[in-house]
């Protein structure tokens, strides 16, 4: 499903708004395959200008957000934590 057969620290399972433009919504759901999430730096379209940690970090912990809550949230909610 990743876009390469080489392991990669980013980009192999871009965010995007569809399916066409990336693997993961930006909750980090697979597209088409509901349950299943990336939470690492393959969600990271393209390398960084600086280290990529701090990124991959807050990425990481707004998609575990989505794991745990997404699916309890209603419209009007707040799309993320609080302390995002």
């Known amino acids: 499903m990743c876009s390469s057969d080489l392991a990669h620290p980013l ?11 990336g693997v993961v919504n930006s909750q980090g759901e697979v597209f088409g395959v509901p349950g299943l999430y990336v ?8 390398a960084l200008a600086t280290n990529p940690s701090f990124t991959i970090s807050a990425l990481a912990e707004r998609v575990a957000f ?4 997404g699916r309890e949230m209603q419209a009007g909610d707040p799309a993320t934590p609080a302390n995002s």
Do not use: K, R, W
């Open 11 to 21: 980009g192999d399972c871009v965010m995007g708004d569809t399916s066409e433009q």
């Open 66 to 69: 989505f794991m745990v809550h």
């Open 39 to 46: 939470a690492d730096g393959a969600i990271v379209p393209t």
